[in-house]
Nanobody, 126 residues
Framework: QVRLVESGGGSVQTGGSLRLSCAASTDKYSSTCLAWFRQAPGKEPEGVAN???????TYADSVKGRFTISQGSAKNTLHLQMNSLKPEDTAMYYC????????????????????WGQGTQVTVSS
């Protein structure tokens, strides 16, 4: 079974930065859409950003200009650089992969991503 493992979460103050990483136990996800989601307590999962195998990206309006999604130098890694963090960014962050292996990103909806990591907590204090 493929595993996705997130790392890099932590606690920062408003305006701080964090860099999340996601490592997959397979290289096959290098040819499909990968994404970051987040879920705050009591809320539905929210799509943060996605990236296709060609490097095209999509961002949620709430993070545009502050967050950057990127593929790592290793085929099985994904990153999320988060700058100018706000308290409303506090959530559990998950990386996810399109298990249908579409070579493009169809949507930022969680419904299109079948493989999820366990998450890494990000807490931003004011």
């Amino acid at each position: 079974q493929v595993r996705l493992v997130e790392s890099g979460g932590g606690s920062v103050q408003t305006g701080g930065s964090l860099r999340l990483s996601c490592a997959a136990s397979t290289d096959k996800y290098s040819s499909t859409c990968l994404a970051w989601f987040r879920q705050a307590p009591g809320k539905e999962p929210e799509g943060v950003a996605n990236i296709d195998p060609y490097g095209s990206t999509t961002y949620a309006d709430s993070v545009k200009g502050r967050f950057t999604i990127s593929q790592g130098s290793a085929k099985n890694t994904l990153h999320l650089q988060m700058n100018s963090l706000k308290p409303e960014d506090t959530a559990m962050y998950y990386c996810a992969a399109d298990v249908v292996l579409r070579p493009y990103c169809k949507s930022l909806s969680p419904a299109f991503f079948g493989d999820w990591g366990q998450g890494t907590q990000v807490t931003v204090s004011s």
